[in-house]
Antibody, heavy 118, light 107 residues
Framework: EVQLVESGGGLVQPGGSLRLSCAASGFTVSSNYMSWVRQAPGKGLEWVSV???????YYADSLKGRFTISRDNSKNTLYLQMNSLRAEDTAVYYC????????????WGQGTLVTVSS | DIQMTQSPSSLSASVGDRVTITCRAS??????LNWYQQKPGKAPKLLIYAASSLQGGVPSRFSGSGSGTDFTLTISSLQPEDFATYYC?????????FGQGTKVEIK
């Protein structure tokens, strides 16, 4: 059974940093396309970043180099390093697998809440 | 970036009603269009991929159509468990973007 379990969210001050983790089971992270998608409170969904099986990474333009996606193949875990956090980064962050055959987000984690506030 | 616009933003319907949600892309995306359902406090769930293909386990009352810039999600007979927010998303080119969502409420 495919499972994605995020952790690492919490309250952080503006300008601070946080690293989110996503532990995967039932499939191999390094063989798949993995994304982070976020949702601000009461708002819609926003794609944040993707790491492809070959290692290429891409980001939403709005992040302007503040976030870094990575993975640890030995731990089958996806990460999102978030620096210089702003109030507008407050959101639930979902770890998502993108099916290579359908180009759709077929498995989602339960999400982890990041709150940026002083 | 490709902009996705859904309409309506919300609708009220009764159990048994036929419901149609539309999604328009700011440029042609062929059939690279997916639909998701999200219930309060839960992660989104994939319903339809590639504009019209039903994800495994999704009831057949859900269907999708369209290509190019205009797409629709149809629920043929609304059930109590279908009251939720629905999002379209393109997978044509990075950055992936979502529509703003359509909230389906009980009339």
């Amino acid at each position: 059974e495919v499972q994605l379990v995020e952790s690492g969210g919490g309250l952080v001050q503006p300008g601070g940093s946080l690293r989110l983790s996503c532990a995967a089971s039932g499939f191999t992270v390094s063989s798949n396309y993995m994304s982070w998608v976020r949702q601000a409170p009461g708002k819609g969904l926003e794609w944040v970043s993707v790491i492809y099986s070959g290692g290429s990474t891409y980001y939403a333009d709005s992040l302007k180099g503040r976030f870094t996606i990575s993975r640890d193949n030995s731990k089958n875990t996806l990460y999102l390093q978030m620096n210089s956090l702003r109030a507008e980064d407050t959101a639930v962050y979902y770890c998502v697998r993108e099916s290579q055959s359908t180009a759709a987000f077929d498995y989602w984690g339960q999400g982890t809440l990041v709150t940026v506030s002083s | 970036d490709i902009q996705m616009t859904q309409s309506p933003s919300s609708l009220s319907a009764s159990v048994g009603d036929r419901v149609t949600i539309t999604c328009r892309a700011s440029q042609s995306i062929s059939r690279y269009l997916n639909w998701y359902q999200q219930k309060p406090g839960k992660a989104p769930k994939l319903l339809i991929y590639a504009a019209s293909s039903l994800q495994g386990g999704v009831p057949s009352r859900f269907s999708g159509s369209g290509s190019g810039t205009d797409f629709t999600l149809t629920i043929s007979s609304l059930q109590p468990e279908d009251f939720a927010t629905y999002y379209c998303q393109h997978s044509y080119s990075i950055p992936w973007t979502f529509g703003q969502g359509t909230k389906v409420e009980i009339k």
